[in-house]
């Protein structure tokens, strides 16, 4: 489990290519690879993944074809900046929302809007996601954790803050770009279940 708030971002080192998988190696910092074990969960770009060996400060994670092929992991190489995130421990602070690292599939950064320092970002998106997209929702992109700031016609839009845009890679994102998109769960499991007792009510009805 993670909260979305990114530690920073980290470069890949190494990728190694399998038949039926990828070995990623990052350069991680001093701070992050404290404490962490063998076995242990981390993000990279909101995907989690288990770190299998540890060389202080490089860590390598394996990631599988069906990962590959639902994230943009498969799109990383050498030198590629990733966001990072440790799983949370008990007592740990949930700055974001409830992140699991289990992406829901990938996006278009459709629009790049510069405000200033800030940045607004349209999302396009598959149009099954838009019943769990709200206005002022949850959603995290890349394993940062966003708020909504409205819906379009083809997806949403994010407003980043300068802080945002440093810690993380969404910054440097230009429109044709793909990035993760984890949905919010909470709103799935609102949405499946209304619908649930509604379809029974209707279907309750119609049998009458």
Request: aromatic residues 4%; hydrophobic residues 40%.
């Amino acid at each position: 489990m993670f909260s979305g708030i990114v530690l920073g971002t980290f470069p890949v080192v190494e990728v190694v290519d399998g038949p039926a998988s990828r070995r990623l190696t990052l350069g991680l910092d001093a701070s992050t690879v404290s404490g962490l074990q063998l076995g242990a969960s981390v993000a990279l770009d909101g995907t989690c993944l288990t770190a299998v060996t540890i060389d202080s400060p490089r860590v390598s994670f394996d990631v599988i074809d069906e990962t590959l092929a639902k994230t943009t992991l498969g799109d990383l190489r050498v030198g590629s900046l990733v966001n990072v995130e440790r799983s949370l421990r008990v007592g740990d602070e949930i700055g974001g929302h409830h992140v699991s690292g289990h992406v829901t599939g990938t996006a278009e950064i459709a629009t790049h809007r510069e405000r200033g320092e800030n940045l607004a970002v349209e999302i396009a998106m598959p149009a099954a996601w838009a019943q769990y997209v709200l206005p002022k929702g949850f959603v995290a992109v890349d394993g940062c954790s966003l708020t909504v700031g409205e819906t379009s016609q083809n997806g949403f839009w994010l407003h980043l803050i300068p802080e945002t845009r440093r810690r993380t890679t969404l910054g440097f994102k230009r429109v044709g770009d793909r990035v993760n998109v984890e949905l919010d769960s909470s709103t799935v499991a609102i949405v499946e279940t209304v619908r649930r007792v509604l379809d029974a009510r209707f279907a309750a009805e119609d049998s009458r």
